[in-house]
Every structure is written in structure tokens, then in C-alpha cells.
Antibody
């Protein structure tokens, strides 16, 4: 059974950074690209970036460029999202998702709530 | 960036009703159009990919059609678990973009 399990909720002050993990199981880690998505309350999901788990190539949304870093630990079958310079409008649920056929997100993590507040 | 627009933004239906949601892209996405259902407090769930292919394990009451810029999602007979929000998504090019969502409510 394919699963993506994310780390728990975080609270940060404005200007701080947060690092979220996404531990995968049930499939060959290096076979798929992993995406990160932000969803603010009541809003549509917003793509942040992806990482090719086979070679570590990354691509980031221009909207988050300079603030986001996506990495993997292949030995731990885990991907990470780090977001710096947090602002109040970064308060959201962050999801990792696996890209399957036609780059559709066929498996999602359960989400990690990040609250940014002074 | 390709903008995705869904209509309607919300609709009311009864169990057993047939409902259709549309999604329009500002430029062609070929058939790289996916549909998701999101229940409150949960992650989105893939229903349809490549415009019309049913994801494994998804009930056959869901169907999709379209290509290019205009797409539809149809639920042939709405069930209680279908009252949720639906998003379309284009995976044709980055940035990957989603529609604003359609909230399906109980009439």
C-alpha cells in the first residue's frame, strides 16, 4: 500500500523557517517525482515545486522562488520542504503528493498545518 | 501561467441527482486535465486523470470528458460521500495550476 506520511503541525513566528518531511512507503522511491502544494484555508491548492527522486533535480514555482527548498533523503525514502521568510499569509496546509501517469497527483500525504503568527 | 476556471463555484443537489462541473483553461492543456475530490479536513483525492481516465478504485459514477481548453466532470448519481469540493488541475506545463473549486452541497 502506497503511503505518504507527513510530519506534524508547526507554529512559527514571521520571518522564521519551517521544514516539513514526507516519508514514503509501498513503492520504489526513486521511480516517481514528488510535488509540494500549499493550500490556504478555503482556497485552491497552489503548486510550490517538485523534486525528481531519482536524480534530485528540482523546479520551483516563481511565486516561492528564493524561499523554498525541496530535498530528499533517498536512504530514508523521505522528501523535505523547507520554506523560509515565513509571513502570515503562509498560514496553510502543506501537502506532498506523488506524480503518477500524466503527472496527476495519485497519492497525497495527509497534510501538515503551518501557522505563522507573532 | 495557465489559468483554470470552474463553473459553477457551488451547486446544490440531492442524493441520486446527476451533476456536471465544467473547467476551462486559458490556453490548451491537451488532455493533461485531472479532477480531484476534497472532503473537509482531508487531502484531495484523484478521481480522473488525462481528462477521461478513471483512477483505479474510483466508482464508475464519475466520468470526465474534453480536450484542449474545455472539460467536464459528471457524477451520474450523487452519493452522500460526494458532498465535497471538486478541483480541476492542469498538469500540461509548470506552473501546475488548479481551478478555484466547486462546492457540492446537499439540497
Amino acid at each position: 500500500q502506497v503511503r505518504l506520511i507527513q510530519s506534524g503541525a508547526e507554529v512559527r513566528k514571521p520571518g522564521a523557517s519551517v521544514k516539513i518531511s514526507c516519508k514514503t512507503s509501498g513503492y520504489t522511491f526513486t521511480t516517481y517525482t514528488l510535488y509540494w502544494v500549499r493550500q490556504a484555508p478555503g482556497q485552491r491548492p497552489e503548486w510550490m515545486g517538485w523534486i525528481n527522486a531519482a536524480n534530485g533535480d528540482t523546479k520551483y514555482s516563481q511565486r516561492f522562488q528564493g524561499r523554498v527548498t525541496i530535498t530528499t533523503d533517498t536512504s530514508a525514502y523521505t522528501a523535505y520542504l523547507e520554506l523560509s521568510g515565513l509571513r502570515s499569509d503562509d498560514t496553510a496546509t502543506f501537502y506532498c503528493a506523488r506524480a503518477g501517469t500524466w503527472d496527476a497527483f495519485d497519492v497525497w500525504g495527509q497534510g501538515t498545518v503551518v501557522t505563522v503568527s507573532s | 501561467d495557465i489559468q483554470m476556471t470552474q463553473s459553477p463555484s457551488s451547486l446544490s443537489a440531492s442524493v441520486g441527482d446527476r451533476v456536471t462541473i465544467t473547467c476551462r483553461a486559458t490556453q490548451t492543456v491537451s488532455r493533461y486535465l485531472n479532477w480531484y475530490r476534497q472532503k473537509p479536513g482531508e487531502a484531495p483525492e484523484l478521481l480522473i486523470y488525462a481528462a477521461s481516465t478513471l483512477q483505479s478504485g474510483v466508482p464508475s459514477r464519475f466520468s470526465g470528458s474534453g480536450s484542449g481548453t474545455d472539460f467536464t466532470l459528471t457524477i451520474s448519481s450523487v452519493q452522500p460521500e460526494d458532498f465535497a469540493t471538486y478541483f480541476c488541475q492542469q498538469s500540461f506545463t509548470t506552473p501546475i495550476t488548479f481551478g478555484q473549486g466547486t462546492r457540492l452541497e446537499i439540497k
